[in-house]
């Protein structure tokens, strides 16, 4: 069984990728479910998810490259669905830096601890 790391697992598409795969990987969600839509839709979304043995939910934020690089060492993820991202183009006028934390930081966060993790090792 696979191991596999799904951010921004409380959104559609990833609350998606995650219910289709969880039968036959151990999933980590990711997910920071900041309020820009609705939390409660996020939180069914993760309800569906964690009534599976195979699901882990963990609330976080990209952007704090301590807890992702926890993540990385304490699950070791074969595979990596990197879905987070700050959404929103009008949002981003009034507030960029969300965007770059999420966005860029987040994202380089990701690929940072990729880069140190061999899997199976």
Partial sequence: MKTTL???AAG???????QALVSDNKIIGFDNVN???????????????????????????LADKQAVDSIFEQYKPDIVVNLAAQAGVRYSIDNPQAYIDSNLIGFFNILEACNRLVPGT
């Fill in 35 to 61: 309020d820009y839509y609705d939390v409660n839709l996020k939180e069914y979304r993760l309800s569906q998810l964690e009534s599976h043995d195979n699901f882990t939910f963990i609330k976080g934020d």
């Fill in 6 to 8: 799904i951010t921004g």
């Fill in 12 to 18: 559609f598409i990833g609350s998606n990728i995650a």
